[in-house]
């Protein structure tokens, strides 16, 4: 039986456990209380800017196998699109959110009454950092790929 893995479960699945550690927000998600970025207007005195991470899903394709398990491996690849406004605290924050993401490894997620199992994750590109000198003070941006490989468990 094919099947394909509903990714919105897997994706607020990794955003909950990247919010263990850090601030993630997932791609066009309306927020309520801020999450991260400015407290408030940078030019005064009491503002700071707390590093975040926004989840993004990217297409995704069934992984090589069987015939007969045609549909139960696939590629699921997410980029983590982090911002900082010092290279050092970015690089820190997307560090942080590869490692959260490689130890879903050997984890089993129920995807919409569905149970997948993650059997890899691998980093397939660490994004070179940008700046966006558009605000003030500049703010840094940096966007990391991981893609992760699950299979259905059972039938």
Known sequence: MASSPNRRYLTEWINDRLNTEIISVIVDTPGGDWDGGWSNDPKQVDSYYQPYTV????????????????GSMWNLPFALTSYAVSARSLEDQTDTAR??????????????????GV????????????????VEPSELNQRDVVAIRISRKGR
């Open 99 to 116: 490692r959260i993401v490689s130890e879903t490894v050997r984890s089993d997620v129920d995807l919409g009454g569905v149970v997948w």
């Open 55 to 70: 989840l993004v899903p990217l297409s995704s394709s069934d992984s090589d196998g069987t015939l007969a398990d045609f």
């Open 119 to 134: 059997m890899d994750v691998r980093t397939s590109s660490i994004g070179g950092i940008d700046i966006n000198r558009s």
